[in-house]
């Protein structure tokens, strides 16, 4: 057998196994359905609302809905073509995280056969954060997205960064999950630094990002909001809790955690961006499960 078709076979059979881990059955959560009945308000009304009103008890008034465009989509999809709509979105996102991951370690130059196994591990690290589909699965396509920005301009394709700006305004107003960008942002500065780099350019562009946060429906209040929603502690949530070290759970993220610490071991200087997001982000993961796609990717 050529090498050519079991290069194909290989690829077949990865594509195959994201299509089934993204489309597998799904039990829809009260966040869609919240996510949904908002952003259902905010057609009816023209804006997001500031209040909510489907609450019983006493709210924080002015409410900041920070994934009120997700909401928007997510009942326009399912209002005019049906639930199908938002299975295929979760998949297309979860595809388009994967492929620009892949496209990025591509150019690092990882071969065809060391991406075929690390896209199998990611996608076994990543089926926690798509099931179902919420706001969540945006920004993991956007971390990925920025990732290869990032990693071509780093190789002399400067112009990438004039697409991070307007990108992060998309973000921003789908999930609050963009502050993952402004970190990463705030990893690859601090690699230049460490290369001796002159980072002016990607200065700018991350400037432009943290300005681009602001074009919201709630202004500076937004970053108020997710001060407070960050740090905040959410004991009763499985998603948030720290990483069990048992035997059986989540084996795959620790499988990537060792040949992560394996390779990075023998990791040239040059791929000094690499290493600071890959150790953040395996810090990120051990602490709160919920982050473990953001290492996966």
Known sequence: MSRQ???????????????LTFAEPTVVDLDLWGSMAMGQETMLHGWPPTRDTFAYVPTKNPVVYHEWLSGVLFYLLLDGLGSWALKALMIALGLGALGFAALAAHRLG????????LLVVALLSMQGGYSPIRAQAFTFFFFACFIFLLEAATRGNRRTLLMIPPLTVGWANLHGGFVAGIGLL???????????????RLLAAACGAVLGTLLNPYGLGYWAYLREALLMPRPQIPEWGSLPWDLTSALPFKAALLLSGLTLTIAPKRYW????????????????VRHIPFFAI
């Open 5 to 19: 078709l079991l290069r194909l076979l290989g690829w077949t059979a990865v594509a195959t196994i994201a299509v």
């Open 110 to 117: 990882a071969s065809p056969s060391s991406l075929l196994v």
């Open 186 to 200: 705030c990893l690859y500065l601090v690699s230049e630094v460490l290369l001796g780099r002159k980072p002016w």
């Open 273 to 288: 961006p690499g290493i600071l997001v890959m150790a953040v982000t395996a810090f990120l993961g051990v602490r709160h």
